[in-house]
Nanobody, 119 residues
Framework: QVQLVESGGGLVQPGGSLRVSCAAS????????MGWYRQPPVKQRELVAT???????NYADFVKGRFTIARDNSKNTVDQLMNSLKPEDAAVYYC?????????????WGQGLQVTVSS
């Protein structure tokens, strides 16, 4: 069983930066994909960014050029630096560990943390 513990987030002014971090406990496999999703108010959860064990990243169009995701395989952590934040980036951010190699595929989620972008 994988547990994901998130930290960071909080309140920031528009144009500011925040970092969110996620630490995974348990056995982490090379085929696991780690990433961040978010759920804005009254909207569905959406993918923000993912990274595999080789460091290959995937970003949603709305964060490209502003967010950077990084994974540390030795520590089983994934960080996301969020720059040039906009009010529409406000959401609950969730860390996710995906196991597409399992049959059936498995997902693990953190509890989520709030990011508020407001002046």
């Amino acid at each position: 069983q994988v547990q994901l513990v998130e930290s960071g987030g909080g309140l920031v002014q528009p144009g500011g930066s925040l970092r969110v971090s996620c630490a995974a406990s348990g056995i982490i496999y090379r085929g696991d994909i780690m990433g961040w999703y978010r759920q804005p108010p009254v909207k569905q959860r959406e993918l923000v960014a993912t990274v595999d064990a080789d460091g290959t990243t995937n970003y949603a169009d709305f964060v490209k050029g502003r967010f950077t995701i990084a994974r540390d395989n030795s520590k089983n952590t994934v960080d996301q630096l969020m720059n040039s934040l906009k009010p529409e980036d406000a959401a609950v951010y969730y860390c996710e560990l995906d196991r597409p190699w399992m049959a059936p595929p498995a997902e693990n989620w953190g509890q989520g943390l709030q990011v508020t972008v407001s002046s």
